[in-house]
Nanobody
Framework: QVQLVESGGGLVQPGGSLRLSCAAS????????MGWYRQVPGKQRELVAR???????YYADSVKGRFFVSRDNARNTVYLQMNSLKPEDTAVYYC?????????WGQGTQVTVSS
């Protein structure tokens, strides 16, 4: 069973950058497409970035050109580089397989964009 631990969130001013990390346990990590999801209170969790097992990336329109997803299969880690952050990017960010989640959700990491 894969377990996921997200980190790297924090408080950042509009226009700033953050890099999130998702460390996965388990030997099956490299065969899964992985994604970054985010959720704000009262709304459904949304998939914002996805990376296939071969490294092809997809992005939601709301983050395209600002967010960049990558993975290091040797380290069982997925990253999300977030640039030009906006207040509407404020959310708890999670990683999981994508486009359908298959693993227990981690605790997520809070990203707050505010001046």
């Amino acid at each position: 069973q894969v377990q996921l631990v997200e980190s790297g969130g924090g408080l950042v001013q509009p226009g700033g950058s953050l890099r999130l990390s998702c460390a996965a346990s388990g030997s099956m990590f490299s065969i899964f497409d992985m994604g970054w999801y985010r959720q704000v209170p009262g709304k459904q969790r949304e998939l914002v970035a996805r990376i296939t097992s071969s490294g092809i990336t997809y992005y939601a329109d709301s983050v395209k050109g600002r967010f960049f997803v990558s993975r290091d299969n040797a380290r069982n880690t997925v990253y999300l580089q977030m640039n030009s952050l906006k207040p509407e990017d404020t959310a708890v960010y999670y990683c999981n397989s994508a486009p359908s989640w298959n693993f227990p959700w981690g605790q997520g990491t809070q990203v707050t964009v505010s001046s």
